[in-house]
């Protein structure tokens, strides 16, 4: 059974906290994202990796990094937490495949983080 | 402006019902994802399609690469199929903002 897992379902942080999100996939998928989710705004991408060590810039990276050292994990880190940040996170992870061999993509569970 | 649009953003569905949630892109895509959310969160992956049409029970996707243009039609509606419906553009997987389907028996 595939599994992408989230290392927190609910989080509660304080303010100026630094705080670690954690993905891990058991799939070998080389495709890793984290978005956050908020009412009437959708999923929205925050940072994805394409390998090990590689990040690229989604469309709200501001406040957040990512790190990707292992194949298997993914993590996103608040550098100082803010109240702005109080959001369901999502990871997810896919495969590139080959030529029309698309594969779907994998969600983890998701981690509501409240910043107090 | 979001590369991804999907209309409606809400529908409210009689139990039997034939329904359609349409989906349309402004970026070259090779592929396009849909997603169901149900409430308390948990994504599933329903339909990635390149072209043509996908069939999955009583969920059929279309898609349009050259109108950039997708559609998810669920038949025989069902209160169990109440959930946000949610399309994404395969590569970066950028998603539209969801539709909210309510299904009433």
């Known amino acids: 059974d595939v599994k992408v897992t989230q290392s927190s379902r609910y989080l509660v942080k304080r303010t100026g906290e630094k705080v670690f999100l954690e993905c891990v996939q058991d799939?070998?998928?080389?495709?890793m994202f984290w978005y956050r989710q908020d009412p009437g705004l959708g999923l929205r991408l925050i940072y994805f990796s394409y390998d090990v060590k590689m990040k690229e810039k989604g469309d709200i990276p501001e406040g957040y990094s990512v790190s990707r050292e292992k194949k298997e994990r993914f993590s996103l880190i608040l550098e100082s937490a803010s109240t702005n940040q109080t959001s369901m996170y999502l990871c997810?992870?896919?495969?590139?495949?080959?030529?029309?061999?698309?594969?779907?993509?994998?969600f983890g569970q998701g981690t509501r983080l409240t910043v107090v | 402006k979001n590369e991804v649009e999907q209309s409606p953003q809400n529908l409210t569905a009689q139990e039997g019902e034939f329904i359609t949630i349409n989906c349309s892109y402004s970026?070259?895509?090779?592929?396009l994802h849909w997603l169901q959310q149900h409430p308390g969160g948990g994504i599933v992956s329903l339909f990635m399609?390149?072209?043509g049409k996908k069939k999955h029970g009583r969920l059929i996707a279309t898609i349009n690469i050259q109108e950039k243009h997708s559609s998810l039609h669920i038949t025989a509606s069902h209160p169990r199929d109440s959930a946000v419906y949610i399309c994404a553009a395969r590569g970066d997987m950028r998603f539209g903002a969801g539709t909210r389907l309510t299904v009433k028996p």
């Open positions: 997810a992870s896919s495969s590139t495949g080959t030529g029309a061999r698309y594969t779907e993509a994998f």
């Open positions: 970026v070259g895509i090779s592929a």
């Open positions: 799939m070998d998928h080389e495709n």
């Open positions: 399609l390149s072209s």
